[in-house]
């Protein structure tokens, strides 16, 4: 018996089978791997997913679908389930606990708390080996936007100055139950190593990134006015006259290294 969706949980459950079956290839999961899956609803990619690597690591808040899932995956290989909100999930730790250096992470993840999971994730970088989301098909396109784009934004500079981004394919609304009214797409997060990651304190780079972004509009001159003046943005190799669409990541860290002097 299918489960009844949640508007409280944003549940949208993912039913067809070829996008479960390219979400799978996509992950390609071994033998070898400790996969966590978030959400992992009425079990549609938990089932392939446990069937390919063996054993997996479920976090699931909703406890009328545990039951279901622990029975459709009884047959199919080892499923543990976490009965707990995501961002109560310390990944570097269960990563300790399951005998691993680094976790694989997936979900279907739901839309209106998408951002605050990317970044617990992105907290707990150095335990995972990559992460592979759905997501509403706009927050996938700001993730993986470059400069100059005008999706470009606070999230993709963040989530690219931790982790190599991915885009790689789009599912329909009519996959899922209920259809959701938006597009879904499904991206890979891949962390950097730590010789590529920033050379400058994480909470100063958000600090100007965020500031920066407040006032898009505003030449960066002004909208960095409270954190740093004209001088120390040219310091940075700057244009004080840019605005903050215009600026690589590369740029927001030499920000924060003259701004920490």
Do not use: W
């Not at 039913?15 to 549609?44: L, M, N």
């Not at 080996?129 to 500079?157: I, N, T």
């Not at 920033?198 to 958000?206: G, T």
């Not at 006015?225 to 006259?241: H, S």
């Amino acid at each position: 018996m299918n489960a009844r969706p949640k508007k409280s949980f944003g549940q949208h459950f993912l039913h067809e089978k070829r996008y479960i079956d390219r979400i799978v290839s996509a992950i390609s999961p071994r033998p070898e791997d400790v996969v966590v899956e978030i959400g992992p609803g009425e079990g549609a990619l938990t089932l392939p997913l446990l069937a390919a690597a063996g054993r997996l690591t479920a976090i699931e808040l909703d406890t009328d679908l545990i039951p279901g899932l622990q029975e459709r995956a009884a047959s199919a290989g080892e499923l543990d389930i976490i009965h707990s909100d995501v961002l109560k999930v310390d990944f570097t730790a269960l990563a300790h606990r399951l005998g691993v250096a680094r976790l694989r992470i997936a979900g279907n993840l739901p839309y209106y708390i998408s951002s605050p999971i990317l970044f617990h994730c992105v907290a707990h970088a150095h335990a995972i080996q990559d992460m592979h989301f759905m997501l509403q098909k706009e927050v996938v396109d700001r993730m993986a936007a470059e400069p100059g784009s005008k999706v470009y934004g606070r999230l993709s500079v963040m989530l690219q100055l931790a982790c190599r981004v991915e885009s790689l394919f789009v599912v329909p609304p009519g996959a899922f139950r209920p259809p959701p009214k938006v597009d879904s797409a499904v991206v890979r997060l891949v962390p950097l190593p730590p010789a590529q990651l920033p050379d400058a304190d994480p909470a100063r780079i958000h600090a100007i990134v965020k500031a920066a972004f407040a006032q898009r509009r505003k030449t960066l001159g002004n909208a960095l006015k409270n954190v740093m003046d004209a001088g120390a943005i040219l310091a940075a190799d700057v244009d004080p006259k840019a605005r903050a669409e215009t600026l690589s990541p590369q740029d927001y860290v030499r920000l924060a290294r003259i701004a920490a002097e």
